[in-house]
């Protein structure tokens, strides 16, 4: 009898920690090299950075527009996009206003990233979001790409 209710007490153990480990992310959430501090993003397609500032004017990105690819040339693996404050600091979110670009969106602090979609071969796929720090927004864009296909 002292069997049957171990095992089921065993197995539920090992799946629930099963689950967890699965579940975590196996990239640690820590930002690329950036420039950020002098508020200047990069437009690298495979790990693209924008970097966000606020100022009297209201929001700002750096670059204005990204294009990233869907996954990575060598990896064929999603790209990562990542959002960073010029301080490193602040309340930073990013909402999408069109679907089908990202996925996995996650912010903390000055830094947000997310994932690209891989997207149909020699294709385009174009999102608008809004990008809010402190509380004031800006509307910019990301352009996803097919890899490698398009120049």
Same mark, same amino acid.
């Given at each position: 009898?002292?069997?049957? !209710?171990?095992?089921? @007490?065993?197995?539920?153990?090992? =799946?629930?920690?099963?689950?967890?480990?699965?579940?975590?992310?196996?990239?640690?959430? &820590? !930002?690329?090299?950036?420039? #950020?501090?002098?508020?200047?993003?990069?437009?690298?397609?495979?790990?693209?950075? &924008?970097? =966000?500032?606020?100022?009297?004017?209201? @929001?700002?990105?750096? $670059?204005?527009?990204?294009?990233?690819?869907? =996954?990575? $040339? &060598?990896?064929?693996?999603?790209?990562?996009?990542?959002?960073?404050?010029?301080?490193?600091?602040? @309340?930073?979110?990013?909402?999408?206003?069109?679907?089908?670009?990202?996925?996995?969106?996650?912010?903390?602090?000055?830094? #947000?990233?997310?994932?690209?979609?891989?997207?149909?071969?020699?294709?385009?796929?174009?999102?608008?979001?809004? &990008?809010?720090?402190?509380?004031?927004?800006?509307?910019?864009?990301?352009?996803?790409?097919?890899? #490698?296909?398009?120049?």
């Amino acid at each position: 009898m002292a069997k049957g !209710p171990l095992r089921i @007490v065993l197995l539920t153990c090992a =799946v629930l920690l099963l689950s967890t480990c699965t579940s975590m992310d196996r990239y640690p959430f &820590v !930002p690329p090299d950036n420039n #950020c501090a002098a508020g200047k993003g990069n437009a690298d397609r495979v790990i693209p950075v &924008v970097c =966000v500032d606020k100022s009297a004017d209201g @929001v700002t990105v750096h $670059p204005k527009s990204i294009e990233a690819w869907d =996954v990575g $040339p &060598v990896t064929k693996s999603a790209t990562m996009i990542h959002w960073i404050t010029r301080s490193g600091d602040g @309340v930073l979110s990013i909402r999408m206003k069109d679907e089908g670009c990202i996925e996995k969106l996650e912010c903390r602090r000055g830094h #947000c990233r997310a994932k690209t979609r891989d997207i149909p071969e020699d294709s385009k796929k174009q999102c608008r979001y809004a &990008v809010t720090l402190d509380g004031v927004e800006l509307d910019p864009d990301v352009i996803i790409v097919d890899c #490698c296909t398009m120049q």
